[in-house]
T-cell receptor, first 114, second 112 residues
């Protein structure tokens, strides 16, 4: 079945530096790739997503890139700030009307060092 | 306010005692889903529902049941809980099964 692998599991970066989290997926039919941020004790919330018809999407300090050939996508956070500390989950799914299984990666715990 | 509401938020129970975790959304979403979150394993899908009376298994459905009798409600039922079902559970909904998922606040379940 569909599998999503996420690396690294933990990441510590100096405040102001960049952070990169990578995910690979197994099902080539996947065409929707969201990223969720989960702050400590809170629910996951969508921060950015990308569909397979584009290769990159940016929203202020965060960006996502997608390589369909290699079946991997990455989250990039620039100029990291303390409030970026959280667990980040990637996910993959197929946007079809008949059924929808959204598969999540195992998560990356990002810590921002002051 | 648009939201997904889960109850209870915290529960400690004993092996074999049936329990239900309720989930309700007020956004008229077609799609609802249950996940469990365990350290190092991320969010694993238990069951999902594309619409009323339509449910399907996710990746870890064993030991769980669900029902979707009304569009807004999607309860998770543990008929005979076991300690390996100790976890943090999230209910989520989305308009059509793709796009943004809206999560509830989570229900932390401990089975002794």
């Amino acid at each position: 079945g569909e599998n999503v692998e996420q690396h690294p599991s933990t990441l510590s970066v100096q405040e102001g530096d960049s952070a990169v989290i990578k995910c690979t997926y197994s099902d080539s039919a996947s065409n929707y790739f969201p990223w969720y941020k989960q702050e400590l004790g809170k629910r996951p919330q969508l921060i950015i997503d990308i569909r397979s018809n584009v290769g990159e999407k940016k929203d202020q300090r965060i960006a996502v890139t997608l390589n369909k050939t290699a079946k991997h996508f990455s989250l990039h956070i620039t100029e990291t700030q303390p409030e970026d500390s959280a667990v980040y989950f990637c996910a993959a799914s197929k946007e079809v009307s008949s059924a929808s299984k959204i598969i999540f990666g195992s998560g990356t715990r990002l810590s921002i060092r002051p | 306010e648009a939201q997904v509401t889960q109850n209870p938020r915290y529960l400690i129970t004993v092996t074999g005692k049936k329990l239900t975790v309720t989930c309700s959304q007020n956004m008229n979403h077609e799609y609802m889903s249950w996940y469990r979150q365990d350290p190092g394993l991320g969010l694993r899908q238990i069951y999902y529902s594309m619409n009323v009376e339509v449910t399907d298994k996710g990746d870890v459905p064993e030991g769980y049941k669900v029902s979707r009798k009304e569009k807004r409600n999607f309860p998770l039922i543990l008929e005979s809980p076991s300690p390996n079902q100790t976890s943090l559970y999230f209910c989520a909904s989305s308009p059509q099964g793709y796009g943004e998922l809206f999560f509830g606040e989570g229900s932390r379940l401990t089975v002794l």
